[in-house]
């Protein structure tokens, strides 16, 4: 059964760092591409990264360009967000989700289908 854990989440001040993990089981990340999506309270949940399968081919949203980076252990079957220079607006729950990679569509372009339970990040001083 293909399950998605993330950890990291937790509480920082304004202009700190936080790295997400993306813990897979049942599956092999090496075939997926995998993504970062958040949601805050009362938005609606968006895109923030993605990583193509081979690990080089990356997506990120404008409004995190320069100051996330996602990147990826196959060996560990993990992915993970670092997230540096926080913003109170990065605050909200974020999800990994994957999906099986086919030939070579930017892994933006995929609609994913397989979801992990959220952790959640609150930038505030």
């Known amino acids: 059964q293909l399950q998605l854990v993330e950890s990291g989440g937790g509480l920082v001040q304004p202009g700190g760092s936080l790295r997400l993990s993306c813990a897979a089981s049942?599956?092999?990340?090496?075939?997926?591409?995998i993504a970062w999506f958040r949601q805050a309270p009362g938005k609606e949940r968006e895109g923030v990264s993605c990583?193509?399968?081979?690990?080089?081919?990356?997506d990120y949203a404008d409004s995190v360009k320069g100051r996330f980076t996602i990147s990826r252990d196959n060996a560990k079957n993990t992915v993970y967000l670092q997230m540096n220079s926080l913003k109170p607006e990065d605050t909200a729950t974020y999800y990994c989700?994957?999906?099986?990679?086919?030939?070579?569509?930017?892994?933006?372009?995929?609609?994913?289908?397989?979801w992990g339970q959220g952790t959640r990040v609150t930038v505030s001083s």
């Open positions: 990583t193509g399968r081979d690990g080089l081919t990356t």
């Open positions: 989700a994957a999906e099986r990679a086919h030939g070579y569509r930017p892994c933006g372009s995929y609609v994913y289908t397989n």
């Open positions: 049942g599956f092999t990340v090496d075939y997926y591409n």
